[in-house]
């Protein structure tokens, strides 16, 4: 699907990043869109709003969503799938249940199936299988998918099966393609620092969701619990493990952040459990602060940009106990939502602009095409490969870096 979305950009815009990179804008924009409507309409359109910006502003989605990547076209099918579930749209359940299975692989049809299922299980819901129209979801969902795999299978034969579904969907699951980050513990510091600034909400918002008994409010507050953590587990357990795989965790966590912040807009407590907010942000935001000086030592370059994004953290950090101390959580929340923007704002258009050099394949690749004879095999790491071959123009051979290193 993604690879759709970019060949009709190319086509509309040219060639070019911009191009490459607008689909996953986009769906960023249409995604954080829809789940302040959608929240809106399960609960009230205060905690959508709040919802809908603090997926904005978690860092690891901000980034994301400029990125060439699937994860964002991913994150946003599967969104629409389980919050149309929530509101018993089961034929748009169906479509973007099929839509994902489209993006990712046949893999991808397993989180809502799994979500869902296991809802009904937890909270005694199987009775709702009879009004889910499952007949017309099985044909929905073949006719939106079957047709390309059909296609792909006819074209490529046993090769598709072996690669796209065999290689893809599960032997990436049972065998480690990176042998650095296949520890079972690898996403827990990605999330922390992933949702930052909300991670210091993350934990009281999902224990005070899982304490609200009785309420009308209940079922689907342990919906999106087990849509956030069937989701960190499934792929905590797979072998390879990529930074992006867990972006679909943000939305349900966002929206139990937005619960969580309306629940306490009139009576915050500037005490006990009150006081995590300010306290895990104040030690974040300082570790965050110790990693920017430690990088700028290495890099120069970066420095004055460093030192930015650490006053603007340490402004964060006042902000945000002394609103919480007047008990205006509005202007904490939206103090936080403003540093935020200012901080990616700087962090991208600053500090990753002049960290290219050592990070990016753009500036590796206009290097080799100044020499390159243009009849020399090219052998190319496999995490670089992607970008040095959109900006040099050649694809060349794939390597492990990690078997070639052994």
Not at 100 to 107: E, F, S, V, W
Not at 189 to 209: D, V
Not at 342 to 353: D, E, G, S, T
Request: aromatic content about 18%; some cysteine.
């Amino acid at each position: 699907m993604y690879f759709w979305l970019v060949v009709v950009a190319f086509k509309v815009f040219g060639v070019s990043e911009f191009a490459a990179r607008l689909p996953s804008a986009f769906f960023g924009v249409i995604c954080v869109v829809g789940v302040y409507l959608e929240v809106t309409k399960l609960l009230n359109e205060r905690t959508g709003f709040i919802s809908g910006l603090v997926l904005a502003t978690s860092l690891e989605y901000f980034y994301l969503a400029k990125a060439t990547v699937t994860d964002i076209t991913l994150t946003l099918f599967l969104t629409g799938a389980l919050l149309s579930y929530l509101r018993r749209q089961y034929y748009l359940f169906y479509v973007f249940s099929a839509l994902a299975t489209l993006t990712k692989g046949p893999i991808d049809l397993l989180f809502p199936v799994a979500i869902v299922f296991i809802w009904m299980t937890i909270v005694h819901r199987f009775s709702e299988l009879k009004y889910m129209k499952i007949p017309q979801g099985i044909f929905i969902w073949s006719l939106v998918t079957l047709p390309w795999y059909g296609v792909m299978y006819c074209i490529h034969g046993a090769d598709f099966l072996e690669g796209f579904i065999g290689i893809n969907n599960i032997t990436r699951f049972i065998t480690a393609e990176h042998a650095k980050t296949s520890e079972w513990y690898f996403f827990m510091p990605i999330l922390i620092l992933g949702f930052f600034p909300w991670t210091a909400l993350i934990f009281q918002a999902i224990k005070e969701s899982l304490k609200i008994k009785g309420s009308s409010d209940h079922s689907m507050l342990v919906f999106l619990n087990i849509w956030a953590m069937f989701i960190f587990v499934f792929f905590s357990i797979s072998n390879t493990k990529l930074v992006t795989y867990i972006l679909p965790v943000y939305p349900p966590l966002a929206i139990l952040v937005g619960w969580y912040l309306n629940h306490h807009w009139e009576d915050y407590r500037f005490s006990g459990q009150g006081l995590i907010w300010p306290v895990l942000l104040t030690i974040l935001s300082v570790l965050f602060i110790g990693g920017l000086i430690a990088e700028f030592t290495m890099i120069a370059v970066i420095k004055w940009g460093a030192l930015s994004l650490a006053s603007v953290l340490f402004l964060l950090i006042i902000l945000v106990w002394y609103f919480l101390y007047k008990k205006e959580v509005c202007k904490a929340f939206l103090g936080q939502v403003g540093i935020m923007v200012a901080f990616c704002i700087v962090l991208f258009n600053v500090i990753l602009p002049q960290m290219a050099d050592n990070y990016s394949t753009r500036d590796i690749a206009r290097k080799f095409v100044a020499v390159y004879d243009g009849k020399s095999s090219v052998y190319v790491v496999k995490f670089l490969h992607p970008g040095f071959a959109f900006y040099a123009n050649t694809y060349g051979k794939e390597i492990n870096s990690e078997t070639e290193n052994n």
